[in-house]
T-cell receptor
Framework: DADVTQTPRNRITKTGKRIMLECSQTKGHDRMYWYRQDPGLGLRLIYYSFDVKDINKGEISDGYSVSRQAQAKFSLSLESAIPNQTALYFC???????????FGPGTRLTVT | GIQVEQSPPDLILQEGANSTLRCNFSDSVNNLQWFHQNPWGQLINLFYIPSGTKQNGRLSATTVATERYSLLYISSSQTTDSGVYFCAASGAGSYQLTFGKGTKLSVIP
């Protein structure tokens, strides 16, 4: 079974709709991250969380919000989706022992 | 923030060939990692290597922190090595990894 899972894997939505992407992990890591990837580019950090009471903005947080419901769950919301939020979204966890990051399979989001 | 540049942007290899991918960074780092994104989009951590040398099978990596670069070596390449290789780094006092734009590797039989 995958250690980091994301739902949904694919989503098509319309401009102005609210959408939530969910991430769950069984690695027992406190640190979790949300990234977006655009074609031909690397990943950019949206938000990160070091525990359930800690939420931090990343490089491109505008238009997004997050919720850390438990150590194992970290959700990303788009309050009012716009077409330039069309991208591949990744959730990741990080070990505080090795500092390695482990990624989920990604969610492909299309905003029309 | 820290800048991360990777070269070359694209690389085509014959199966069995060796290759070296380079990552330059603009400041001292407390975290540097190499990732492989396969053609299906899955990202896999290859190395955590802010300094020194590590090896894992046909892959090895070296980071020379004082000269601000890291190298990823792939020996005896296989078609399954195809994909995009990303270098990511964070600078002193930061927990945010900055990713390079990647090197797209195509290994042909």
């Amino acid at each position: 079974d995958a250690d980091v899972t994301q739902t949904p894997r694919n989503r098509i939505t319309k401009t102005g709709k609210r959408i939530m992407l969910e991430c769950s992990q069984t690695k027992g890591h406190d640190r979790m991250y949300w990234y977006r990837q655009d074609p031909g580019l690397g990943l950019r950090l949206i938000y990160y969380s070091f525990d359930v009471k800690d939420i931090n903005k990343g490089e491109i947080s505008d238009g997004y919000s997050v919720s850390r419901q438990a150590q194992a769950k970290f959700s990303l919301s788009l309050e009012s989706a716009i077409p330039n939020q069309t991208a591949l979204y990744f959730c990741a966890t990080e070990s505080t022992v090795t500092y390695e990051q482990y990624f989920g399979p990604g969610t492909r989001l299309t905003v029309t | 923030g820290i800048q991360v540049e990777q070269s070359p942007p694209d690389l085509i290899l014959q199966e069995g060939a060796n290759s070296t991918l380079r990552c330059n960074f603009s400041d001292s780092v407390n975290n540097l990692q190499w990732f492989h994104q396969n053609p299906w989009g899955q990202l896999i951590n290859l190395f955590y290597i802010p300094s020194g040398t590590k090896q894992n099978g046909r892959l090895s990596a070296t980071t020379v922190a004082t000269e601000r670069y890291s190298l990823l070596y792939i020996s005896s390449s296989q078609t399954t090595d195809s994909g995009v290789y990303f270098c990511a780094a964070s600078g002193a006092g930061s927990y945010q990894l900055t990713f390079g734009k990647g090197t797209k590797l195509s290994v042909i039989p």
